[in-house]
Nanobody, 121 residues
Framework: QVQLVESGGGLVQAGESLRLSCATS????????MAWYRQAPGKQRELVAS???????NYADSVKGRFTISRGDAENTVYLQMNILKPEDTAVYYC???????????????WGPGTLVTVSS
C-alpha cells in the first residue's frame, strides 16, 4: 500500500545540479531512516547517501562534498541535492525508507521505482 515516489531526475550537463525528491504515498507509514541509492549501467546498486530520523548523514566517498541529503519538514520526505554533477553520476536513483507501518507497528522497508539522472560530458 505505502509507496515511495521519486522526482527530479533528468538530463543535465556536467557541472550542473539537480535536486531529487522522495516522499511516501498511499499509506500510513512512520518513517525512520531514509536513503538514496543509485545503479549505473552495468554496475551494482550502491548507497549514495543516508539520513537518520535524527539527521545523521552518511555519504559515498564518490559524492562527498557534492551531494547533500536532507529531510523535509514532513518526516516522510527526503531530498538529494546533487551539485557539480559528473558523467559518472549517471544512474537510476532509488529512494529507500524504513520505518513502522501504521497501525500494526511492523518494521518495514520500501523502495521507490527510481528516477533517471543522466549527466552528459
Amino acid at each position: 500500500q505505502v509507496q515511495l515516489v521519486e522526482s527530479g531526475g533528468g538530463l543535465v550537463q556536467a557541472g550542473e545540479s539537480l535536486r531529487l525528491s522522495c516522499a511516501t504515498s498511499g499509506g500510513l507509514f512512520s518513517v525512520n531512516d531514509m536513503a538514496w541509492y543509485r545503479q549505473a549501467p552495468g554496475k551494482q546498486r550502491e548507497l549514495v547517501a543516508s539520513i537518520t530520523f535524527g539527521g545523521n548523514t552518511n555519504y559515498a566517498d564518490s559524492v562527498k562534498g557534492r551531494f547533500t541529503i536532507s529531510r523535509g519538514d514532513a518526516e516522510n520526505t527526503v531530498y538529494l541535492q546533487m551539485n557539480i554533477l559528473k558523467p559518472e553520476d549517471t544512474a537510476v536513483y532509488y529512494c529507500h525508507a524504513d520505518g513502522v507501518g501504521v497501525p500494526l507497528g511492523r518494521w518495514l522497508e520500501i523502495w521507490g521505482p527510481g528516477t533517471l539522472v543522466t549527466v552528459s560530458s
